[in-house]
């Protein structure tokens, strides 16, 4: 399974960005999809989550400038940011559980990251 994100760039304060994340592979079903975010010295900290039935939470600082979506196969997560600030700039990671064929049980797999600065 492999995810691959895409969308990051430098963005002006207030500015938007779309981030996009692909699931392929031999993927039976996906779970939550996710995105979490690392700045320079901090830790990894979760974003926003998606599960298969559509809910969708965030975490407190997003404060309902982000949304996350997934396309109708359910393989493409995506995280539409507005209002940016400079404290959203990181590295953002998307992350998926996903059952591949043949097994019972989900695994965590992991993008390779997209940097988002947001400066003027």
């Known amino acids: 399974v492999q995810l691959q994100a895409s969308g990051g760039g430098l963005v002006q304060p207030g500015g938007s960005l779309r981030l996009s994340c692909a699931a392929s592979?031999?993927?039976?079903?996906?779970?939550?999809m996710s995105w979490y975010r690392q700045a320079p010295g901090k830790q990894r900290e979760l974003v926003a989550i998606?599960?298969?039935?559509?809910?969708?939470n965030y975490a407190d600082f997003v404060e309902r400038r982000f949304t996350i979506s997934r396309d109708n196969a359910g393989n493409t997560v995506y995280l539409q940011m507005d209002s940016l600030k400079p404290e959203d700039t990181a590295v953002y990671y998307c992350?998926?559980?996903?059952?591949?064929?043949?097994?019972?049980?989900?695994?965590?797999?992991w993008g390779q990251g997209t940097l988002v600065t947001v400066s003027s």
């Open positions: 992350n998926a559980f996903v059952r591949t064929s043949g097994t019972s049980t989900y695994g965590s797999y």
């Open positions: 998606i599960i298969s039935g559509g809910s969708t």
């Open positions: 592979g031999s993927i039976r079903s996906i779970n939550a």
